[in-house]
């Protein structure tokens, strides 16, 4: 059954009059008569009983009635909602963020998408790439921001590569290292005090490894862990260096309690974040706005 037919006998039950009903409709007498008959031949009963002037519903056009006014004013309401969800005005969306993202990408993120579209629930989901790409896979997210050098290659998704980010290693003002002469040393003098980092890519683990001939590469790191908050507060606290990408330590530095140490063997480190959502799938409005919102926040300072 058409909406629109829907619409007609619920007019002409209000107003009870052909006339009255189709100048409402803005159709004509007989175009409303015909909507009626094929109404009454499609439900196969009839739901008018024409009197002199007057138009009543029957027992059954009641009953049609009752059931019409609520497929109409649904239809409404969706027609409405569409408009708010196409503007950004309404609805909602979930996103992921790995480690580093979520560090220095995902408060301002955040703070932009409550001040311009307040009315959108944003759900927003921490994890490495492994994680966000399930949940991407099973529909629980639209996109995610987080280390793409490691991603499969696939059809199956898009990624927008953002800028690179510079990496470093850094320590707490008073660690013993700044004690010495210099600020560049060598790999090994950093890795006597302990490394703390994300999971890094299996590339530079490799290469790290290489570098301080270790037998395994579980000797790498002294601390593991996908919470860079909880990363930089062991910093802060005792003599471990830390790796990460300058963005997330940036206030720390600025107000010296961290600073940036250099190992005279190891290559410059740069990160390859990207944005990641599914090929053939349509972000939301929304979605889109926060993807563009990514791409502005994260050209580097």
Not at 132 to 144: A, H, N, V
Not at 282 to 290: D, I, K
Request: charged share 20%; hydrophobic share 40%.
């Amino acid at each position: 059954m058409d909406i629109r037919r829907l619409q007609h006998l619920v007019t002409l039950a209000d107003k009870a009059n052909y006339a009255r009903a189709a100048e409402q409709l803005h159709l004509s007498q007989p175009a409303l008569t015909r909507s009626v008959q094929a109404a009454e031949q499609e439900f196969g009963v009839r739901l008018f009983d024409r009197g002199a002037g007057e138009v009543r519903p029957t027992a059954a056009g009641l009953f049609v009635l009752e059931r019409a006014r609520q497929l109409v004013q649904q239809s409404r309401n969706l027609q409405r909602d569409m408009q708010l969800y196409r503007e950004r005005l309404m609805g909602d969306t979930a996103c992921g963020f790995g480690p580093f993202p979520t560090q220095f990408l995902l408060a301002p993120l955040l703070q932009r998408a409550r001040n311009q579209y307040p009315q959108v629930h944003v759900r927003a989901i921490m994890g490495n790439w492994q994680q966000l790409l399930q949940r991407l896979k099973d529909e629980e997210i639209e996109f995610f921001v987080a280390e793409t050098r490691e991603l499969p290659v696939s059809g199956d998704w898009v990624i927008r590569p953002l800028p690179p980010q510079r990496g470093g290693l850094y320590v707490r003002s008073g660690h013993p290292l700044l004690q010495q002469a210099g600020t560049r040393f060598t790999l090994p003098q950093l890795h006597a005090y302990g490394l703390a980092a994300v999971r890094l890519p299996q590339t530079v683990r490799e290469a790290l490894c290489a570098q301080l001939q270790l037998g395994h590469e579980r000797e790498l790191l002294a601390v593991e862990c996908d919470d860079v908050h909880s990363l930089i507060a062991l910093t802060l606290q005792t003599d471990t260096v830390l790796a990460a990408i300058e963005p997330s330590v940036r206030h720390l530095l600025q107000g010296s309690q961290l600073q940036q140490v250099h190992a005279r063997d190891v290559p410059s480190m740069t990160s390859h974040y990207g944005v990641v959502w599914q090929r053939g799938r349509s972000l939301s409005p929304m979605a889109e706005w926060l993807v563009q919102q990514v791409s502005e926040l994260a050209v580097p300072a």
